[in-house]
């Protein structure tokens, strides 16, 4: 995932806005609806050239690159339920020219079964030079670890979500996307070079309610702690 999909994820807002009727979260997709979730990936691609989210963006705090003074470094929060990770899946292959075959939309479909995943576009607190001091501190202090795959950054500080569902709470680590670098214009006018990233919870609810208000209780790298609910009722 880079800048370019990040934008594609967080810039179509007032699409993203549209409220969904008739739906309902489907945790295992029947071959038909497998389909049609990629063919709505693939038409997105065809005829918008970008992907929107619709209801399935629940938050967003930032426009685009712009900060705003006190800016969180959630920028927005989405819901990848089984149906709309396939689309989108499928739209990111037509994007790269190589559209999902059957054969691969039966596999990716199984592979979500019972699972929604919870996106979190992020960026750094601050400037890349002292978020990489900041990180070294945190190392040294024992409340970082440093990852084994990818480069050191504010994503190392990530913990444990929660997710909480007809009285039932269920746990989910993270995984992430980046860290990339960006530049971002700041409330001053100045722009500055952040780190970002999608970090990603993913809870199997397999035994559990799928519809009705489900609740996400998550810290950011700086310990604040952010509760997004959403109705399962009304996405797909």
């Given at each position: 995932?880079?800048?370019?999909?990040?934008?594609?994820?967080?810039?179509?807002?007032?699409?993203?806005?549209l409220a969904s009727s008739g739906l309902a979260l489907t945790p295992v997709l029947s071959q038909q609806q497998a389909l049609q979730a990629t063919r709505e990936g693939d038409t997105m691609f065809h005829e918008?050239?970008?992907?929107?989210?619709?209801?399935?963006?629940?938050?967003?705090?930032?426009?685009?690159?712009?900060?705003?003074?006190?800016?969180?470094?959630?920028?927005?929060i989405a819901l990848g339920t089984p149906y709309e990770r396939l689309r989108y899946e499928s739209f990111l292959a037509s994007f790269q020219d190589e559209a999902l075959t059957p054969v691969q939309t039966t596999a990716l479909a199984r592979s979500l079964q019972n699972k929604v995943t919870f996106l979190l576009y992020t960026h750094?607190?601050?400037?890349?030079?002292?978020?990489?001091?900041?990180w070294q501190q945190a190392y040294h202090l024992g409340k970082v670890k440093a990852a084994a795959n990818r480069e050191h950054s504010y994503l190392d500080a990530y913990r444990e979500a929660t997710l909480t569902i007809g009285g039932r709470t269920v746990k989910?680590?993270?995984a992430f996307d980046g860290p990339y670098r960006d530049q971002f214009t700041l409330p001053t006018g100045g722009s500055d070079f952040r780190f970002l990233g999608v970090v990603r919870y993913t809870f199997n609810l397999t035994g559990l309610p799928t519809t009705g208000t489900a609740t996400l209780r998550f810290k950011d790298s700086q310990g604040k702690v952010f509760t997004q609910k959403t109705n399962l009722s009304q996405v797909r």
């Open positions: 995932m880079n800048r370019r999909n990040s934008l594609i994820a967080l810039g179509v807002t007032a699409a993203a806005l918008n050239g970008a992907y929107v989210w619709g209801p399935y963006l629940l938050k967003t705090y930032t426009e685009d690159i712009k900060l705003r003074i006190d800016s969180p470094e959630v920028d927005g750094s607190p601050r400037g890349v030079g002292e978020e990489e001091e900041q989910a680590q993270p």
